[in-house]
């Protein structure tokens, strides 16, 4: 069962005393509160339903066959193993077959497993998996650009670094030019290759 909101903030609490704080100082008072509500917009993404986001589409698209690409898509999302940020974007194509979906719901997929804890190589998937799963479009290709703060400012501390991860399915993986035509839209000079 969800726990209440006091007792998330309860938690918050325990966490201030726990890092050698006194939560009844003044700069703290109200930041249990102010936790518990950041927390409901990074964490957003669990109520919604990302194949559903999808589900508006268009067929009049006089026969357009040609690559879609939304590049750039801002990623906001949190480390599942210890709860920092992961910031980065995303470029996300698809090569449509019949039907398109207007590019505002595929940036909202991407928010929808972004704002949820995760993983960038399972989001990744996640994000290319719904569309072939809902678009059923020739093929799909996502490309995650991302920085993790558990990297970055704990652990080995290496600021500046940057994980980059791909799916590709389709097209996109069995055709070595249309590939090509994607990174280089998204400007990537060829370094992803697939199998």
């Given amino acids: 069962m969800r726990p209440t909101r006091s007792e998330a ?4 609490d325990t966490l201030l ?10 700069g703290l008072i109200d930041t249990p509160a102010r936790v ?7 964490f957003v993404g ?33 480390c599942e193993h ?7 974007r995303a ?17 909202r997929v991407v928010d929808a497993y972004a704002k949820r804890l995760q993983i960038q190589e399972k989001m990744t998937a996640q994000v290319a998996n719904a569309i072939q799963d809902v678009l059923e479009p020739k093929g799909v290709a996502v490309v995650i650009e991302a ?7 704990r652990g080995v501390q290496k600021p500046g670094t940057t994980m980059v991860t791909s799916r590709m399915l389709g097209m996109f993986r069995n055709s070595d030019a249309t590939r090509r035509e994607f990174l280089a839209l998204i400007g990537h000079s060829g370094g ?3 199998g």
Avoid: N
């Fill in 9 to 12: 903030e309860a938690a918050v």
């Fill in 17 to 26: 005393r726990w890092a050698g704080d006194d939560p009844a100082r003044e």
């Fill in 36 to 42: 518990a509500r950041a927390y409901e917009d990074f």
């Fill in 46 to 78: 669990y109520g919604q339903d990302p194949l559903e986001i999808l589900q508006r589409t268009f067929a009049e698209v006089e026969g357009y066959d040609e690559m879609v690409v939304l590049r750039d898509v801002r990623v906001t999302s949190h």
């Fill in 82 to 88: 210890h709860m920092t940020p992961i910031l980065g």
């Fill in 91 to 107: 470029h996300v194509a698809y090569m449509p077959d019949r039907r398109v979906v207007g590019i505002s719901k595929l940036a």
């Fill in 147 to 153: 920085e993790h703060q558990c990297m970055t400012t």
């Fill in 192 to 194: 992803l290759h697939h």
